[in-house]
């Protein structure tokens, strides 16, 4: 199982962007669908965003479409979520998330967590 560590979190006033990373260890992270993942406080944890091995199949939230971008880079284990347009309600613990080569990286699948990253957003 891959390891996966997030970086980029922190605070950004509203409307503000912040981008975060996500490195991975292991040899599968080419081959694995990758998923953001998001929870506020009192919520569950829910799926944010999600790309394949090969960038193909990009899946995002109704939530933060057309704000948020997901993207990949295999040379450098690493995949990205660009936040644009931050909301107030945007505000949560991101955690990265591996799942086996599958089209969407849904919660049930997950193999592999990070330690999540705090994103607070002021209004």
């Known amino acids: 199982q891959a390891q996966l560590a997030e970086s980029g979190g922190g605070l950004v006033q509203a409307g503000g962007s912040l981008r975060l990373s996500c490195a991975a260890s292991?040899?599968?992270?080419?081959?694995?669908?990758m998923g953001w993942f998001r929870q506020a406080p009192g919520k569950e944890r829910d799926l944010v965003a999600s790309?394949?091995?090969?960038?193909?199949?990009?899946y995002l939230a109704d939530s933060v479409k057309g704000r948020f971008t997901i993207s990949r880079d295999n040379a450098k284990n690493t995949v990205y979520l660009q936040m644009n347009s931050l909301k107030a309600e945007d505000t949560a613990v991101y955690y990265c998330?591996?799942?086996?080569?599958?089209?969407?990286?849904?919660?049930?699948?997950?193999?592999?967590w990070g330690e999540g990253t705090l994103v607070t957003v002021s209004s």
């Open positions: 998330a591996a799942c086996p080569g599958i089209s969407v990286c849904w919660s049930r699948l997950v193999n592999s």
């Open positions: 790309i394949t091995w090969d960038g193909g199949y990009p």
């Open positions: 292991g040899r599968t992270f080419s081959s694995a669908t």
